[in-house]
């Protein structure tokens, strides 16, 4: 925990400490040859302790930095120099230069201004040499105490060492409590200091008592995060933990002031909050999981909650033993042999934590309840499972040989995996969650962008402490950062991992910032308007592609790379638009005049090619149109543009209806036209002003044939105007007894006679 927190400071202060380019003084190079020649000595000697290489790399970082800063400056005023020297004109094969003086002058001070340069480069590289050399000889040194061979801890006089000792370590904290109780100077100060001895419990009272009231409220905080009541029940858990560590930091320093506890009791009660902000964050992590953590990967709903707790509290048990063991049995001169045996026994109850641990893993790496876009994660939740399960096999054989320390050091690491991979899985689901409440999607699936961004950077962001859990020091992983920072030259740009990862970061801003702008306008301005569906739409619409492109530009501009290089490319681009991606053009094309122009909106009823449904997206390459068998029929925007389209509801929903109506010959048409004229004046949804027409259209083959024209208020109610006339045209058409002919044909045989005469 003490390197992981080394780490986040020296990280913090290396991006938010400003570095100022300074040139070397001469004798500053002076005070760096004795610091080399020194570090030099030590490394040959090999002889100093590793809290002394730390110290001493330390300063040659520093120096290190320095030269380099040094660099920075220095080829800046050699670029300007022979930039100089290159503009002016090469000098005449024959006869005088006049610009010899200059070319000259120019070059001396290239030659003066490349020294300092070059002296600068030879520190750098010097330095560079002996910070690697320092780190070899401190990676050796743990390499081989992690593999140091040393006696079985299974030898039964080694067990009563230890549980001897064990014992007398806890019968001395009853010595020094029981001595302070008799010394009157200590019950002096205990009455001296009773007033801060109950400001102090009042304080863990009221931090407990907060923390049982944050537990009972959670409900009501959930209904005040609106419809997610996971991200509500994070925040309350997460405010909860924390009162519950600040009340036992409280109960401690409470105990403390008391006077009843002598040194051994007061490393006990100074390490008692870290204790019980284990415990604390196991029961967190569990409780979480067990719930929801909102992420792709889910535990199966059918897993113990309370099994879940016992194996993250079995696993905290285990770091709050490591760290009593080493601040609290070492003051008390526990002896080596016996830290090896109770390390073997948590070894064991570490495997035990493990190997329950794995099996939940393939639970849910098994289980259809993972989530519908955990693929990854289900496959990573299997690796960690058969790692664990090799671990698991391996680590108490390796104690049981001597191995204690590497045996012991690999379950740590193993545990501290699950747990760091446990509050990933927590945080990328709290931080999507609370996405979705920023942009007002709460309850939806987001099957957006920001999920997988927020996912990556996560992610790249852990990947540092997973590598402190696996044995790296704070030093490799501020050498790593530093390379990252200084980057490689590529084709006249230097580029680092770095410029990419700000890239990354400062476009999900944009694009974060461009979806809260969107749902600003969509949800509170945009309805204020005076602006129909379809204008609405696409000025959210047209803001999407502008954020996103403009997020694009500013995080390319950001990261310093020169974006004429890549013309060559957009010019190779333009080639393969003008043959293979021409489709693909003319539909981007095409859904911007849609966008703009509104031909067709969303919420219309349109025939396009035959196919008739309802607008549901318009997006820059396709149109999505609902038909009325509830499929979604894909439309390329060009023929959208190009094509003949049919909008039924375009400006308004009024529209014309047309019914055929069919009557036997011999009936009475201006009775028929009477009754037809009744019918669609009845309807409600017919439009009076003009009203309904009949038009007696001809003569057919077997009826005489009407239509019934008629306007709409609503031309989405069409199909169920159409059958309720048709329905009323039936039902008058029986009682007026008017009959509704249908096809009738009449064949006639020719020379029937003869067919008698063939089958005599």
């Keep these: 925990m003490v390197r992981l927190f080394q780490f986040c400071l020296i990280l913090w202060i290396t991006l938010v400490s400003p570095s100022f380019a300074q040139g070397v003084a001469p004798e500053a190079y002076e005070n760096w040859n004795k610091d080399a020649t020194r570090a030099e000595a030590v490394v040959e000697n090999a002889e100093a302790s590793d809290a002394a290489l730390e110290a001493l790399r330390s300063q040659i970082v520093d120096w ?64 560079s040499g002996l910070i690697r050399e320092i780190d070899q000889i401190i990676s050796a040194r743990r390499t081989n105490a992690l593999l140091e061979l040393g006696p079985t801890p299974l030898a039964p006089s080694k067990w009563l060492t230890a549980t001897t ?52 409220r959670a409900r009501d905080l959930s209904q005040n995060v609106a419809r997610n009541p996971r991200l509500a029940h994070l925040i309350a858990a997460s405010i909860k933990t924390a009162m519950l560590v600040a009340a036992f930091y409280a109960l401690g320093a409470a105990l403390l002031q008391t006077g009843m506890f002598g040194v051994r009791g007061a490393l006990v009660l100074d390490a008692m909050p870290i204790w019980a902000g284990y415990i604390i964050a196991a029961i967190f992590i569990s409780d979480r999981l067990a719930t929801g953590s909102g992420s792709a990967f889910e535990l199966p709903s059918d897993i113990d909650e309370g099994s879940i707790r016992r194996t993250f509290v079995s696993g905290a048990l285990i770091f709050v033993i490591d760290h009593a063991l080493d601040h609290v049995f070492v003051f008390n001169e526990v002896s080596a042999a016996s830290i090896s045996v109770l390390h073997f026994v948590l070894i064991l109850l570490g495997v035990y934590v493990l190997s329950r641990a794995t099996v939940k893993l393939r639970q849910a790496s098994d289980s259809e309840d993972a989530g519908p876009d955990g693929v990854f994660a289900i496959r990573f939740a299997r690796l960690l499972a058969q790692v664990g399960r090799f671990i698991t096999y391996g680590a108490p054989v390796l104690g049981a040989v001597g191995y204690v320390t590497a045996a012991y050091s690999l379950v740590l690491a193993s545990l501290l995996t699950l747990a760091l991979c446990s509050v990933i899985v927590i945080l990328q689901g709290g931080l999507v969650d609370l996405y979705a409440r920023a942009i007002g999607r709460e309850g939806e699936q987001e099957d957006g962008l920001v999920p997988i961004l927020i996912s990556f950077v996560i992610a790249f962001a852990s990947l540092p402490f997973f590598a402190l859990i696996w044995g790296a020091r704070v030093s490799n992983l501020s050498e790593v950062w530093d390379q990252v920072k200084e980057g490689v030259p590529i084709a006249g740009t230097r580029i680092s991992p770095l410029d990419f990862l700000t890239f990354v970061l400062i476009f999900t801003i944009g694009y974060m910032a461009t979806r809260l702008i969107q749902s600003a306008l969509r949800g509170s301005v945009l309805p204020k308007t005076r602006l129909d569906a379809g204008a609405q739409n696409a000025i959210v619409s047209g803001l999407g592609y502008v954020g996103i492109f403009i997020a694009a530009m500013v995080a390319i501009s950001s990261t310093g790379l020169d974006l004429s290089s890549l013309a060559i490319v957009a010019g190779a681009l333009s080639v393969g638009i003008g043959f293979g991606l021409q489709n693909i053009v003319s539909n981007f094309v095409s859904g911007i005049i849609l966008l703009i122009e509104r031909p067709v909106t969303k919420g219309d009823w349109i025939d396009v090619g035959g196919t008739m449904g309802y607008v549901r997206d318009i997006s820059v390459r396709s149109t999505r149109i609902e038909t009325f068998d509830r499929s979604d029929v894909i439309v390329p925007n060009a023929d959208l543009v190009s094509g003949k389209v049919t909008n039924y509801t375009r400006g308004n929903t009024i529209g014309r209806l047309i019914v055929p109506v069919g009557v036997a010959y011999g009936t009475d048409t201006r009775k028929v036209e009477e009754i037809l004229r009744e019918i669609a004046e009845a ?3 017919v439009v009076l002003n003009p009203g309904p027409s009949v038009v007696f259209q001809g003569f057919g083959a077997d009826s005489m044939d009407f239509e019934i024209r008629a306007i709409l208020r609503d031309v989405n109610f069409m199909l169920s105007v159409k059958s309720e006339i048709n329905h009323q045209i039936a039902e008058r058409f029986v009682a007026e007894g008017i009959e509704i002919p249908f096809a009738q044909r009449d064949i006639t045989i020719k020379n029937i006679a003869d067919f008698g005469k063939e089958s005599e």
Aim: charged share 20%; glycine share 4%; net charge negative.
């Design 64 to 127: 290190r930095q320095t030269f380099l800063d040094a660099q920075s400056q220095d080829i800046t005023r050699v670029s300007i120099l022979e930039d100089q020297l290159n503009a002016l004109a090469p000098p005449p094969e024959t006869g005088e230069d006049p610009l010899a003086d200059r070319r000259a002058a120019l070059s001396a001070q290239l030659n003066a201004a490349r020294a300092p340069l070059l002296r600068a480069e030879e520190a750098y590289s010097r330095a």
């Design 165 to 216: 000792e064990v014992i007398g370590v806890f019968s001395g904290l009853v010595d020094e409590v029981s001595d302070a109780f008799n010394n009157a100077a200590a019950r002096a100060s205990f009455q001296s200091n009773l007033l801060n001895i109950v400001l102090q419990l009042s304080l863990t009272i009221a931090f407990f008592f907060g923390a049982s009231r944050v537990s009972l």
């Design 683 to 685: 309807q409600p949804m």
